[in-house]
Antibody, heavy 122, light 107 residues
Framework: QLQLQESGPGLVKPSETLSLTCTVSGGSITSSSYYWGWIRQPPGKGLEWIGS???????YYNPSLKSRVTISVDTSKNQFSLKLTSVTAADTAIYYC??????????????WGQGTLVIVSS | EIVMTQSPATLSVSPGERATLSCRASQSVSSHLTWFQQKPGQAPRLLIY???TRATGIPARFSGSGSGTEFTLTISSLQPEDFAVYYCQQYNNWPLTFGGGTKVEIK
């Protein structure tokens, strides 16, 4: 059974860097059938895609966050990570990692982690 | 960026009734659309992908239709566990974008 688990600090100070890791179990992060992504949800609001990456390195980011976001993979640990720099209170949200599944030439998110709340506050 | 617009924002329905949720894309996304269900305190759960294909384990009362710019999620007979927020999301173009959600509440 595939599981994705987010981990990282729940509190980050303004102007600092938010760093989260998603550990994948029950499946290989290097399979070409998948890609991996981050999505966030401010408390009480809707979903916002942050970025996605294929294990071999191609990454795609939301233009609204692109200058501050890096997604990377550690295949030896079956993990992928999110770094968001220069955070403000507007970055307070539940952060989800998710798997994108290949189907007929396209990838759609199918499994999500449980999410982790990150609060930006001094 | 493709803007996804869901309507209505809130839908009040009695258990056993039919619910019809709409999702509109600002430009064609072909059939590259997913529907997710989210309950309080939980991660979104995939219901439909490819606009009309139910994900594994999703009951047959959930159905999706549409292509291009107009999409519909229908819940044929609402069960108590179906009261939740539903999101559509397009995966035809980067950046991936979500609709604002439709909350299905008990009437």
């Amino acid at each position: 059974q595939l599981q994705l688990q987010e981990s990282g600090p729940g509190l980050v100070k303004p102007s600092e860097t938010l760093s989260l890791t998603c550990t994948v179990s029950g499946g290989s992060i290097t399979s070409s059938s998948y890609y991996w992504g981050w999505i966030r949800q401010p408390p009480g609001k809707g979903l916002e895609w942050i970025g996605s990456m294929y294990y071999f390195g191609s990454t795609y980011y939301n233009p609204s966050l692109k200058s501050r976001v890096t997604i990377s993979v550690d295949t030896s640990k079956n993990q992928f990570s999110l770094k968001l720099t220069s955070v403000t209170a507007a970055d307070t949200a539940i952060y989800y990692c998710a798997r994108g599944l290949y189907n007929s030439g396209w990838y759609h998110f199918d499994y999500w982690g449980q999410g982790t709340l990150v609060i930006v506050s001094s | 960026e493709i803007v996804m617009t869901q309507s209505p924002a809130t839908l009040s329905v009695s258990p056993g009734e039919r619910a019809t949720l709409s999702c509109r894309a600002s430009q064609s996304v072909s059939s590259h659309l997913t529907w997710f269900q989210q309950k309080p305190g939980q991660a979104p759960r995939l219901l439909i992908y490819g606009a009309s294909t139910r994900a594994t384990g999703i009951p047959a009362r959930f159905s999706g239709s549409g292509s291009g710019t107009e999409f519909t999620l229908t819940i044929s007979s609402l069960q108590p566990e179906d009261f939740a927020v539903y999101y559509c999301q397009q995966y035809n173009n980067w950046p991936l974008t979500f609709g604002g959600g439709t909350k299905v509440e008990i009437k």
